[in-house]
C-alpha cells in the first residue's frame, strides 16, 4: 500500500528565508507526484506537477524536485513571505486501468513570520 | 462560474440522518473526483467519475456511501444513516481530461464540511 509522510508537520521561519518542504513515499510505481496549498477552510490549490519521468520543475519562486528511485521529492521555496503561509500537501498519483487516484501526505503547515 | 463549486459550506447532521452533498465541477470538465479529509489529515480519495461513469469507487468506506454524476457534469455525494465518524470536510475535483496528462491540473472545491451529531 502506498504511503507518502511528510517532514516536517509544522514549520516556522521568519520572513526571506529560504526554506525545504521534505516527502517520502513507499511505491515508486507513481505516475506523477502533486505540490498543493491548501488555506484554512479552502479547498486545494495545485502548486506544480512532476511527472514521473521529470526531475524537477520551477515556478516562480517554487521548485520542486523528484527522486523516484529513493521515493522523495522536496519542494523549496525561495525568499518566503508572510503570504506563503498555509499547509502544503504532497500527493502521488497512481493509476489502475481507467481509474487515477492521489494519495496524500499529512502536510506540512508553514508559518512565515514578518 | 470559474471554479469547482460545492454546497451546502456546511453541514450538520444527526446521527442516523442522511446528507446528500453537492458538488458542480467546472464546465466541460470530464474527471471528477470526492475525497474525505479528517482534521489535521490529508485527503483520502473516495471515488471516481468520468464523465457519467464512475471508474473507481474503491475508496467508499462502506455500503453507506454512495456517488452519483447521471448527466456527466453535477455530482452528488449520498451518506445514508450518518455516523458521527463520518464528521470530516468532503472535497470535490475536476480536471479537464485527468491529472495524468501535464497541462490537465486538478481544481478543487472548497469543501462541505460535514459534523454529525
Known amino acids: 500500500k502506498q504511503e507518502v509522510t511528510q517532514i516536517p508537520a509544522a514549520l516556522s521561519v521568519p520572513e526571506g528565508e529560504n526554506l525545504v518542504l521534505n516527502c517520502s513515499f513507499t511505491?515508486?510505481?507513481?505516475?506523477?507526484l502533486q505540490w498543493f496549498r491548501q488555506d484554512p477552510g479552502k479547498g486545494l490549490t495545485s502548486l506544480l506537477l512532476i511527472q514521473s519521468s521529470q526531475r524537477e520543475q520551477t515556478s516562480g519562486r517554487l521548485n520542486a524536485s523528484l527522486d523516484k528511485s529513493s521515493g522523495r521529492s522536496t519542494l523549496y521555496i525561495a525568499a518566503s513571505q508572510p503570504g506563503d503561509s498555509a499547509t502544503y500537501l504532497c500527493?502521488?498519483?497512481?493509476?489502475?486501468?481507467?481509474?487515477?487516484?492521489?494519495?496524500f501526505g499529512k502536510g506540512t503547515k508553514l508559518t512565515v513570520n514578518p | 462560474g470559474a471554479g469547482v463549486s460545492q454546497s451546502p459550506r456546511y453541514k450538520v447532521a444527526k446521527r442516523g440522518q442522511d446528507v446528500a452533498l453537492r458538488c458542480d465541477p467546472i464546465s466541460g470538465h470530464v474527471s471528477l473526483f470526492w475525497y474525505q479529509q479528517a482534521l489535521g489529515q490529508g485527503p483520502e480519495f473516495l471515488t471516481y467519475f468520468q464523465n457519467e461513469a464512475q471508474l473507481d469507487k474503491s475508496g467508499l468506506p462502506s455500503d453507506r456511501f454512495f456517488a452519483e454524476r447521471p448527466e456527466g457534469s453535477v455530482s452528488t455525494l449520498k451518506i445514508q444513516r450518518t455516523q458521527q465518524e463520518d464528521s470530516a470536510v468532503y472535497l470535490c475535483a475536476s480536471s479537464l481530461v485527468g491529472t495524468r496528462y501535464y497541462n490537465s491540473p486538478l481544481h478543487f472545491g472548497n469543501g462541505t464540511r460535514l459534523t454529525v451529531t
Open positions: 500527493a502521488v498519483c497512481l493509476t489502475q486501468g481507467g481509474s487515477e487516484k492521489l494519495v
Open positions: 511505491d515508486s510505481a507513481i505516475y506523477n
